[in-house]
């Protein structure tokens, strides 16, 4: 399948629907070739789990890794989050898959946190202004804060999955 086609299948003409789903094979279409994006964005490689082990059904959720660390003594490695899942547009009842990026750094071993306690950088795969998909930052400084303790998970950086490298 060609990359357009494959992001023709990030929006559906309909609302999407528990009875609709992609079979497995697709899915995996789909992550890859977003997976191959997000590498190009972040001009470094991207280290995933299996995706036999991965939550995929109406979206996907897998753990991703930086390959090798960066800068040194310093030991600057990252981890975490990739995930989609669909959306409707309550106006127009049509729905597009949502994906993004959550990212954690680390520099031997400690995760690092801004000053003012914002801790992971959030990317999405959207579509552009000329019309192509694009990944870009959540918000324009890209660092959040983990309000809710919902990415405790990733405190502890030797908490490792089964990995593939492309």
Known sequence: MDHEELEQLLFLDREYSEEFDYPRSKW??????????F??????????EEFQ???IGSGFCID????VSACGKFNITWKGGYGAGWITDSETKTSFLYIS????????TKKLVTNSNESFLEFEYVKGEDGT??????????????????YEYFDDPDERFEIESD
């Open 133 to 150: 998909f694009q990944w870009r930052p959540f918000l324009k400084n890209a660092w959040m804060i983990d309000e809710h303790g919902e």
């Open 53 to 55: 082990s991965s939550i």
């Open 64 to 67: 991703i890794a930086s390959s």
């Open 101 to 108: 990026a959550t990212l954690f750094l680390y520099s031997n």
């Open 39 to 48: 590498e190009t964005y972040l001009g470094v490689p991207v280290e995933h």
């Open 28 to 37: 995996i279409e789909i992550i890859q070739h977003t997976l191959d994006r």
